[in-house]
Structures are given as C-alpha cells and as structure tokens.
C-alpha cells in the first residue's frame, strides 16, 4: 500500500478568509504540482455555490503506481437555536 500527504492551510485560509460568501464559482487559489507535494495535477480552491471545494488527485508513494482522488467540502452548518 502506498502513502500521500496533502497540506490543507491554503483550504483553511480560504474557510477562514470566508470566501464562502462570494456568489458563482470563485477560484481563491491554484495549488502546482511539485517536488515537495504529492499532487498529480494542479488543484484549485473555489467556492462553488455557497461551499469551499478543493478536488485533489494525490500520486500515491512507496508503491509501484496509484492515484487517489479526493474532493474536499467546507459547508458552513446552520447554527441552532438554543432554547
């Protein structure tokens, strides 16, 4: 079985920056593959109909070959009502 690493601060900055709120589809950041990540292909945060999505397709290490896809959502949850 092979490993990956992702780093997810630039995922968080968006969540923190509240791009969120912007209306369509934003891109707030294009991650490059690169010697110190396991991306495959670039990988863009957006906001996309009120959510923060990052698709991610990581190049599996220590293992012959292997991709792994993954799709991050930061959906903000509705608070409740105390009572």
Same mark, same amino acid.
Not at 55 to 63: A, C, F, G, H, K
């Given at each position: 079985m092979? $490993? #990956?690493e992702i $780093? =997810?601060?630039?995922?968080?900055? #968006?969540?923190?920056?509240?791009i969120a709120g912007s209306e369509g589809n934003?891109?707030?950041?294009? =991650?490059?593959p690169a010697p110190n990540n396991c991306? #495959?292909?670039?990988?863009?945060i957006r906001c996309v109909d009120g959510k923060i999505v990052q $698709? =991610? =397709?990581?190049?599996?290490?220590?293992?012959e070959c292997?991709?792994?896809?993954?799709q991050l959502v930061w959906q903000p949850l509705q608070r #409740?009502?105390?009572?």
């Open positions: 092979g $490993d #990956a $780093d =997810i601060n630039p995922f968080m900055e #968006a969540v923190k920056m509240r934003v891109v707030y950041r294009t =991650i490059l991306l #495959a292909t670039e990988s863009c $698709d =991610i =397709i990581l190049r599996l290490r220590n293992v292997g991709e792994l896809e993954l #409740a009502r105390r009572r």
